[in-house]
């Protein structure tokens, strides 16, 4: 992961890897079947500690209301380069671009869900939840994402909007 974050995608091929790893390339194929294997351990590693703990705590939330904005505050404060990274990635190999999709999909129906939990109606939960993820990745995505950065209470503002009904 880190050669990925701090090198982008193209220093993930075998040879590279295991002589940065002081290892024979035979190795290294003894892990992975072949390299597109080695890149989905990857992407699974990325989905699971990207997203798995902050999408476990918020189904588990008891007040939803609480979660979404816990979940904004740690979506949209991150200056996140492996999630960069793999996006880049994602542009370029269709392999990682359908796991990618299915990692953004997950991310969108817990916020959906939580929106639901709320008392926002499902027709209204839908496109809140992409829009509120479209600007986090869009943030991310930025030159400077760092440079961009809203404060917790006005991140909190945002969430309170999301979770007005319109009548």
Not at 1 to 26: C, F, H, W
Not at 46 to 72: F, M, Y
Request: contains cysteine; positive net charge; charged residues 25%.
């Amino acid at each position: 992961m880190i050669e990925l974050k701090d090198r982008g995608y193209s220093a993930l091929k075998a040879q590279p890897l295991a002589k940065k790893l002081n290892v024979t390339r035979g190795s290294f194929y003894y892990h992975f079947e072949n390299l597109e294997s080695f890149h989905a351990a990857v992407i699974t590693h990325w989905s699971k500690h990207t997203s798995g703990r902050v999408i476990k705590t918020a189904q588990e939330s008891i007040n939803p209301q609480k979660a979404l904005d816990e979940l904004l505050q740690q979506t949209l404060c991150s200056g996140e380069d492996l999630e960069r990274a793999i996006r880049s990635w994602s542009t370029v190999q269709p392999l990682v671009a359908k796991e990618v999709e299915k990692v953004d999909q997950g991310r969108i129906k817990v916020a959906e869900a939580l929106l639901i939990k709320s008392g926002v109606s499902k027709s209204h939960a839908a496109p809140r939840a992409k829009l509120l993820y479209w600007a986090a990745i869009g943030r991310l995505m930025l030159p400077f994402p760092a440079n961009n950065l809203l404060s917790r209470m006005e991140i909190s503002g945002v969430a309170t909007l999301m979770l007005q009904e319109r009548e």
